[in-house]
T-cell receptor, first 112, second 111 residues
């Protein structure tokens, strides 16, 4: 089971770019990297997923180096509504629900 | 609207009184899971199911049971709840690739 390590918390001012790095040294060849966002008392919400290099969507970018032992979630110009806990997960192509490890995530606080 | 629903959303019960939390998804997903979330411990997987009649233990299965008789439903059963099962519970479903859709959560208190 590939587990991940993330910073416990981060603070950022509104309008800044935020980068959250996740370490996953034991990532397997067929594992994808997925990030979720969770607001208090709500279920996590999918943000972005990637396998290698860079992935970008309307919400965030995901940078994955060639060795894939880490990944960085980049949130451009954060706002107060981006205050949440962010989780990094690794899992296989057909992982589906197979024993995914969420951990404690990174608590991002955006300051006005 | 694609969604995962859970019932009840809030439940207060007493030790030893059997309860069931229902979970249903309308996306025809193969995979479903149950998680519990506790302060300082993050989200931990209780059980998961890869299809009808196929279930397996997650990280913290003790004290819980599940069943998957239909593709859309995945109830969580606590046959003899104890106070240490007081928690926020989430059901999730997915079609694979680890992109899961989560329900709104069930806050359970066992006294």
């Amino acid at each position: 089971l590939a587990k991940t390590t993330q910073p416990i918390s981060m603070d950022s001012y509104e309008g800044q770019e935020v980068n959250i790095t996740c370490s996953h040294n034991n990532i397997a060849t067929n594992d994808y990297i997925t990030w979720y966002q969770q607001f208090p008392s709500q279920g996590p919400r999918f943000i972005i997923q990637g396998y290698k290099t860079k992935v970008t969507n309307e919400v965030a970018s995901l940078f994955i180096p060639a060795d894939r032992k880490s990944s960085t979630l980049s949130l451009p110009r954060v706002s107060l509504s981006d205050t949440a806990v962010y989780y990094c997960l690794v899992g296989g192509l057909k992982t589906g629900a197979n024993n995914l490890f969420f951990g404690t995530g990174t608590r991002l606080t955006v300051i006005p | 609207e694609a969604q995962v629903t859970q019932n009840p959303r809030y439940l207060i019960t007493v030790t030893g009184k059997k309860l069931t939390v229902t979970c249903s998804q309308n996306m025809n997903h193969e995979y479903m899971s149950w998680y519990r979330q506790d302060p300082g411990l993050g989200l931990r997987q209780i059980y998961y199911s890869m299809n009808v009649e196929v279930t397996d233990k997650g990280d913290v299965p003790e004290g819980y049971k599940v069943s998957r008789k239909e593709k859309r439903n995945f109830p969580l059963i606590l046959e003899s709840p104890s106070p240490n099962q007081t928690s926020l519970y989430f059901c999730a479903s997915s079609s694979g690739r680890a992109e899961q859709y989560f329900g709104p959560g069930t806050r359970l208190t066992v006294t």
